[in-house]
């Protein structure tokens, strides 16, 4: 699936700190052309102009469309390929679920929940993958590999985080159903779920009291990335990642044959429904 000639391009969200600098740094060494994307200007510009000629910055907030679509376009119109996109950009919880103090509006009733971290962490994503797919598409032979940024938590369970818990959840589903659809265009689609990293994310007050033997290393994190970019046929895959090593984590088990045939075998049925029924028009 790599296309011809030239260096490959990737666009890495979240790249100015963290895991998506750390897979900037790493594709750069594997002769990539990477596009740091970040929320995060002033560190994002700084960090892309220490990194050479194939770096570069785009100032992108994910969690709006027009500045993702500008992010993907650009990356395309760069060098006239997308080869990767790492959706990785992510943010913890804004606001407690849990809150005793809810404020309330004019009526008495409690204000909306901040709900950032969905947009970010999740409606960001699918509207990445969303737009990959568009310039995956053009490239002169079409194709591409995604790899998304979930979490343990996607797997278990943050009981601190309840929003960022959903959104990694979501994300291990998004690519559980997409990847198998998209690779029949060549396109991959597999996500990382990894444990406990010393990055940014934590604050540093934590981070200094965190038991260390608990920190899984930027290593496996890049073991994971070779897996999934060295491979065009491996899609819908979800990887734990902790300490040093990759745990494959596949969807719960049938729990008995009637959901087997509806999980399995029942794609027929749902196309031809969706063909007679315009579900998709309207709300
Ligand atoms: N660090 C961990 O322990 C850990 C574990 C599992 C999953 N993750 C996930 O890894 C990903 C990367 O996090 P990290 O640990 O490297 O943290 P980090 O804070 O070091 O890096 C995250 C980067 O995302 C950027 N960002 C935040 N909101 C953005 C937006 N709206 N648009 C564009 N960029 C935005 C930040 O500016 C920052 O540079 C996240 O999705 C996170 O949930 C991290």
């Not at 998506?20 to 929320?39: E, P």
């Not at 119109?77 to 913890?92: K, P």
């Amino acid at each position: 699936m790599s296309q011809p000639g030239a260096k490959p391009v990737a666009i890495i969200t979240g790249a100015a700190s963290g895991i998506g600098l750390a897979v900037t740094q790493h594709l750069l060494s594997k002769n990539y052309r990477v596009v740091l994307a970040d929320v995060n200007a002033k560190q994002g510009e700084l960090v892309a102009g220490s990194l050479g000629p194939d770096a570069r910055f785009i100032h992108t907030d994910v969690s709006s469309y027009a500045s993702q679509a500008t992010l993907f376009s650009t990356a395309f119109a760069w060098h006239g390929r997308l080869d990767v996109a790492a959706l990785n950009a992510g943010i913890d919880d804004r606001q407690s679920l849990y809150e005793m103090q809810e404020e309330l509006d004019a009526d008495g009733i409690p204000k909306p929940l901040n709900l950032k971290t969905i947009d970010v962490n999740l409606n960001a994503v699918i509207q990445g993958l969303w737009l990959f797919k568009y310039y995956a598409r053009k490239n002169e032979k079409p194709g591409g590999k995604v790899v998304i940024t979930s979490s343990a938590a996607g797997l278990y369970a943050m009981t601190t985080n309840p929003q960022y818990t959903a959104s990694k959840y979501g994300l291990i589903g998004l690519t559980r159903a997409s990847g198998p659809v998209f690779v029949k265009e060549y396109i991959t689609v597999n996500c990382i779920c990894p444990a406990f990293l010393a990055t940014n994310l934590c604050p540093k007050q934590l981070l200094d009291k965190f038991p260390k033997e608990h920190i899984t290393p930027m290593s496996t994190v890049l073991k994971a990335f070779d897996t999934f970019l060295g491979d065009d046929k491996m899609t819908g895959q979800s990887v734990e990642l902790s300490l040093g090593k990759l745990y494959f984590r596949q969807q719960p088990e049938w729990a008995n044959e009637s959901q087997r045939w509806l999980g399995e075998d029942s794609d027929g049925f749902w196309e031809e429904a969706y063909e007679s029924v315009p579900v998709r028009d309207g709300v």
